[in-house]
């Protein structure tokens, strides 16, 4: 059972535009939301974090956009560099998961073009 | 601080070996997690350690699988009797913190033949 899913598996963006990518979550008891960033051969690496007490959480070029009512999320990369192009997680928690456990969505291949 | 190690990258076996994977964590880090990777996936929790004790086990995780952690430094996972569905990208995280941004390790991949 898919709890948190990213329905596109890939984006292509020019180098300079916004990048937007998308997640979507079932479990109304999630309130912790992850986005990770994977190059390959690498582990996924930590990109930016946003509690579901907020609405948005920016970290210089990169903003995460928590909509609960929704069940939505989405993380906005401005402007985007050719070294943005890597594989995007969303990942989630809930209360009972304080400890660490998170729930990861299929992943967004992105690919910053010139 | 070199991270998060995990021992070997690879590994190809043969269906029915036994293999095991170490894990290295950064050493302030008292939480570790093993977490799978198949392609086109994002990373599946396998099991979790507080220090020493393992606290949580996924249900998806059969009894060929086992995880230590002695003294609440580095963590083995062995897969006992592999099977071709077994091979994945086998990942260890840690973290000194709640709710998660851990440090991944760059993975052990399975292949089963």
């Known amino acids: 059972d898919q709890q948190v899913k990213q329905n596109s598996p890939s984006l292509s963006v020019q180098e300079g535009r916004i990048s937007i990518l998308n997640c979507d979550y079932t479990?109304?008891?999630?309130?912790?939301f992850l986005w990770y960033k994977k190059y390959p051969a690498e582990g996924p690496t930590f990109l930016i974090s946003i509690s579901s007490i907020k609405d948005k959480n920016e970290d210089g070029r990169f903003t995460v956009f928590l909509n609960k009512s929704a069940k939505h999320l989405s993380l906005h990369i401005v402007p985007s560099q050719p070294g943005d192009s890597a594989v995007y997680f969303c990942?989630?928690?809930?209360?009972?998961?304080?400890?660490?456990?998170?729930?990861f969505g299929a992943g967004t291949q992105v690919v910053v073009t010139p | 601080d070199t991270g998060v190690s995990q021992n070997p990258r690879h590994k190809i076996t043969k269906r029915g070996q036994n293999v095991t994977f170490r894990c290295d964590p950064i050493s302030e880090h008292n939480r570790l997690y093993w977490y799978r990777q198949t392609l086109g996936q994002g990373p599946e929790f396998l099991t979790y350690?507080?220090?020493?004790?393992?606290?949580?086990k996924s249900r998806l995780l059969s009894d060929r699988f086992s995880a230590e952690r002695p003294k609440g430094s580095f963590s083995t996972l062995e897969i006992q009797r592999t099977e071709q569905g077994d091979s994945a990208m086998y990942l260890c995280a840690s973290s000194f913190r709640d709710r998660g941004g851990y440090t991944f390790g760059s993975g052990t991949r399975l292949t089963v033949v």
């Open positions: 990942a989630a928690s809930g209360p009972t998961d304080s400890w660490g456990k998170l729930q």
């Open positions: 350690f507080q220090n020493e004790a393992q606290l949580e």
């Open positions: 479990n109304s008891m999630f309130d912790y």
